[in-house]
T-cell receptor, first 111, second 114 residues
Framework: EDKVVQSPLSLVVHEGDTVTLNCSYE??????LLWYKQEKKAPTFLFML????IEKKSGRLSSILDKKELFSILNITATQTGDSAVYLC???????????FGTGTRLQVTL | DTAVSQTPKYLVTQMGNDKSIKCEQN?????MYWYKQDSKKFLKIMFS???????INETVPNRFSPKSPDKAHLNLHINSLELGDSAVYFC?????????????FGSGTQLSVL
């Protein structure tokens, strides 16, 4: 069975800190890895990664994939209170159109 | 305009009742999904429909029955509700089967079974 594990489960940081969220996976047929941000309601798409070693960047957020070691990290620099959310990692194994989600990392950014 | 809309947002009901959640997307997508998110925030797929046809049916009790009258709608009917059904149910859509990278989620339906 496909498996996605995220760490840490939760994290509290001060505004301005840099955080790194981890996602490791075991899937039968990897196609892509995705990061979502979930605030109060619906998860919203952040990044999709398919190739090893190529960083995806959007403002203060960046992510990179290591297909050899089967993990990805999501970095957030100069955190703001608006970054407080649950960050979800999901893997597309190309199996009948479904994503396998991790349990998420709950990030809280305090003043 | 809301891309994926589901109703109701909140549903509080007694054990044993039957309830439905409706979902509609106006993105012109071919594929729609139901996900269940438990209290620990774990999102797990339940069903996927591509162009009104059932593609994925994960290990879900047969008390849950999805219905897709057309490719823009995917409703979820739940019979004989149980306490363990309490969760947030998310509808989602993607462009086509196999293109789930851009999953668009609805805002969720919080179901509480008492």
């Amino acid at each position: 069975e496909d498996k996605v594990v995220q760490s840490p489960l939760s994290l509290v940081v001060h505004e301005g800190d840099t955080v790194t969220l981890n996602c490791s996976y075991e899937v039968t047929n990897f196609r892509s890895l995705l990061w979502y941000k979930q605030e109060k309601k619906a998860p919203t798409f952040l990044f999709m990664l398919t190739s090893s070693g190529i960083e995806k960047k959007s403002g203060r957020l960046s992510s990179i994939l290591d297909k050899k070691e089967l993990f990805s990290i999501l970095n957030i620099t100069a955190t703001q209170t608006g970054d407080s959310a649950v960050y979800l990692c999901a893997v597309d194994s190309g199996t009948a159109s479904k994503l396998t989600f991790g349990t998420g990392t709950r990030l809280q950014v305090t003043l | 305009d809301t891309a994926v809309s589901q109703t109701p947002k909140y549903l509080v009901t007694q054990m044993g009742n039957d309830k439905s959640i409706k979902c509609e997307q106006n993105l012109g997508h071919d594929t729609m999904y139901w996900y269940k998110q438990d209290s620990k925030k774990f999102l797990k797929i339940m069903f996927s429909y591509n162009n009104k046809e059932l593609i994925i049916n994960e290990t879900v009790p047969n008390r849950f029955s999805p219905k897709s009258p057309d490719k823009a709608h995917l409703n979820l009917h739940i019979n004989s509700l149980e306490l363990g059904d309490s969760a947030v149910y998310f509808c989602a859509s993607s462009q086509a089967w196999g293109f789930e990278e851009k999953l668009f989620f609805g805002s969720g339906t919080q179901l509480s079974v008492l």
